[in-house]
């Protein structure tokens, strides 16, 4: 089944623990990023990638990072994690770039920061 | 810069009415793709329909239409014959042609559509 999936799918933490959210793709799609949600804002970009070892900042990348060493996977880092950061978090993944190409999400990781 | 507006916060209706959710958008580019999302209760992000730029019929999956009107930048989506599974958010978005520069999905703030029995 053509899928993305994430890991954890609910997180509490507490301030300045570094944590590790996984997102990997089975579609062999270039073209992966992250999004958080947050009420009345819908979703944001944080990061994006156009392939294996090429990412680059979205609207909101403080406080995040990134990486793309495999073209299945685009974890996302918090590396001292922050309460402004509590969201709900979907990693996506397209075929390319062009605009006719739908993003395919995940399900969602709700993180609390405590 | 783009942007999405959904003007309505919360829709309530009533089971197999049809429903229109209204979303217009702002862009420069001639190219570009619009897309509906639809968000149960349970989080994740349920890809509905899309309409590209260029498309001159509008787009049809089922029980959904996109009501794309160009001149006036709008996209609106249209849900006949609602049913109580329909309750749900519903995002509309856009992606823009890469070759300007756009790397992303921009949404709206979403309409929570409430189906009564």
């Known amino acids: 089944e053509a899928q993305v999936t994430q890991n954890p799918r609910y997180l509490i933490t507490v301030t300045g623990k570094k944590l590790t959210v996984t997102c990997s793709q089975n579609m062999n799609h270039e073209y992966m990023s992250w999004y958080r949600q947050d009420p009345g804002l819908g979703l944001r970009q944080i990061y994006y990638?156009?392939?294996?070892?090429?990412?680059d900042k979205g609207d909101v990348p403080e406080g995040y990072k990134v990486s793309r060493k495999e073209k299945r996977n685009f974890p996302l880092i918090l590396e001292s994690p922050s309460p402004n950061q509590t969201s709900l978090y979907f990693c996506a993944s397209s075929f390319g770039l062009a605009f006719t190409y739908e993003q395919y999400f995940g399900p969602g990781t709700r993180l609390t920061v405590t | 810069a783009q942007k999405i507006t959904q003007t309505q916060p919360g829709m309530f209706v009533q089971e197999k009415e049809a429903v229109t959710l209204d979303c217009t958008y702002d862009?420069?580019?001639?190219?570009?793709?619009l897309f509906w999302y639809k968000q149960p209760s349970s989080g994740e992000m349920i890809f509905l329909i899309y309409?590209?730029?260029?498309?001159?019929q509008n787009a049809t999956e089922g029980r959904y239409s996109l009501n794309f009107q160009k001149a006036r930048k709008s996209a609106n989506l249209v849900i006949s014959a609602s049913q109580l599974g329909d309750s749900a958010m519903y995002f509309c978005?856009?992606?823009?042609?890469?070759?300007?520069?756009?790397?992303?999905?921009?949404f709206g703030q979403g309409t929570r559509l409430t189906i009564n029995p």
């Open positions: 862009t420069s580019d001639q190219s570009y793709g």
């Open positions: 990638s156009m392939n294996v070892e090429v990412t």
């Open positions: 309409q590209g730029s260029y498309d001159e």
């Open positions: 978005a856009m992606r823009e042609d890469p070759i300007q520069g756009a790397q992303k999905l921009v």
